[in-house]
């Protein structure tokens, strides 16, 4: 993973938290909860049929950038194309909402539920594990 990358996006993006971990596997693991709680906070709005919070789109999308930009796409293909193609199905879902599709509320809640599980292995995985800045 281009983590290095990774790390300079958010801080670029993340405007509200100032400290920022340095460590590459927090950063994943940050980026992975905001990329949550848009999807959340997106799917309970679309389920209410209130307005959906353009700050949540915007964190959503940011989000998703960084993760899909941190990708090692030469080294571990077997790993980097499925996530790719889960964020690439998450951030569809949050256009499609934006554009307000029919039957865009299940599949939003779907991609919802793909970044918690993402989320929840992360946060399981072994920090010194394969992770290191390229």
């Known amino acids: 993973m281009n983590l290095q990358y990774a790390r300079q996006q958010y801080r670029r993006h993340a405007q509200t938290d100032p400290s920022i971990p340095d460590d590459p596997h927090a950063i994943i693991a940050l980026v992975l909860r905001e990329l949550h709680g848009a999807l959340e906070r997106l799917c309970i709005a679309s389920a209410n049929k209130t307005a959906l919070p353009p700050d949540a789109m915007v964190k959503g999308m940011s989000a998703l950038y960084i993760l899909q930009s941190s990708l090692d796409m030469d080294s571990d293909r077997d790993v980097a194309v499925p996530l790719f193609q889960v964020y690439e199905f998450c951030r569809q879902q949050i256009m499609a909402a934006f554009r307000k599709e029919?039957?865009?509320?299940?599949?939003?809640?779907?991609?919802?539920?793909?970044?918690?599980?993402?989320?929840?292995?992360?946060?399981?995985?072994?920090?010194?594990?394969?992770?290191?800045?390229a």
């Open 102 to 133: 029919a039957g865009q509320d299940a599949e939003l809640d779907k991609a919802r539920d793909f970044v918690g599980s993402l989320r929840d292995a992360w946060a399981q995985m072994d920090r010194t594990a394969s992770v290191s800045l």
